[in-house]
């Protein structure tokens, strides 16, 4: 009999245990950083794999499902339950083709964050949304799971339930998966990569003055407000974010210009446009 795999990260340890007597044959995999080149060369016999945590624990176990699909338990927002896509990270951010996962929700799960794992999933969630609203690439119906995630991410900040948040997340990835991401994620990668800043915290850093930077007319409606320099102070007012000492914005932009999707969002953005969008995360 081939075995479950579990992978899990070590908040969600107990859990996967408590889950895995369901079933004869089981292996835990734990997961402690996000995926990076080798796990391409790793496989398992596993005939169900199911993976229990945030976006590195998830994208792990899409990629270790190879061509079938994993089960996916999401604890933040990162959207990586309904994508069909992982990230795989190493000098250059890679996006690896998976199989779409099948979500699965247990209200029963307990779920803690702490302060910085809730600041950088939410502005991961934030900047799909978004990012998914402008794109060049957006239909009907991306626009409809958009619209529903900034929906929920009003409903969060009043009443800050976690289970809301993995909603915003899967809604958000839903979207995403349709437009795929643009301007704001581009320019994260490499300041995560040079700067080991991770994921979600990268985009929450730039996100507002790309937002200021596009000028989107259609996105202050879906915050309430009048204008995009409303949402850019709103999404400043929601985190306080380190700035980097040592950023080279030339470099991040030239390497942000490398990543072809940069071209999907509604405005162009030159060089010389990132490096000066750039320098307002430099201390």
């Known amino acids: 009999m081939y075995p479950v795999l579990i992978v ?4 969600t340890k107990e859990y996967a245990y408590k889950i895995s007597k369901k079933y004869k044959c089981v292996e835990f995999l734990e997961v402690t950083h996000p995926p990076t080149i080798d796990i391409l060369q790793k496989s398992t016999y596993a005939d169900k794999i199911i993976g229990i945590g945030g976006g590195s624990v998830l994208d792990t176990a899409k990629i270790l499902a190879r061509n079938k699909r994993c089960i996916a338990m999401p604890t933040t927002a990162s959207g990586a339950a309904v994508t069909p896509f992982a990230t795989v990270w190493g000098k250059k951010k890679i996006s690896i083709e ?5 979500l699965a929700i247990d209200s029963n ?24 609203f402008w794109s060049a690439n957006a239909t009907v119906k991306s626009k409809k799971y958009s619209k529903k995630a900034f929906h929920l991410i009003d409903k969060y900040l009043k009443v800050a339930d976690i289970r809301t948040l993995i909603e915003i997340g899967i809604y958000a990835g839903r979207a995403i998966a349709i437009t795929k991401t643009n301007i704001v994620h581009a320019a994260s990668y490499p300041i995560s990569i040079e700067y080991n800043i991770d994921h979600g915290t990268a985009c929450g850093m730039l ?14 409606k879906m915050f309430n407000l009048k204008t995009n320099s409303e949402v850019a102070n709103f999404l400043m007012s929601l985190f306080i974010f380190h700035k980097i000492n040592n950023l080279d914005a030339r470099l991040v932009a030239e390497k942000a210009l490398e990543y072809p ?10 060089k010389d446009n990132l490096i000066r969008i750039l320098r307002n995360l430099k201390q």
């Open 109 to 132: 799960m307990p779920i803690e964050l702490s302060y910085r794992v809730k600041r950088s999933t939410i502005s991961d969630a934030l900047s799909h949304t978004i990012e998914s």
């Open 8 to 11: 899990h990260s070590g908040h």
């Open 261 to 270: 999707k940069i071209k999907d969002g509604p405005k162009s953005a030159s």
């Open 98 to 102: 998976t199989q779409k996962p099948i």
């Open 207 to 220: 996100l507002p003055y790309f937002v200021g930077y596009i000028d989107y007319k259609e996105l202050p």
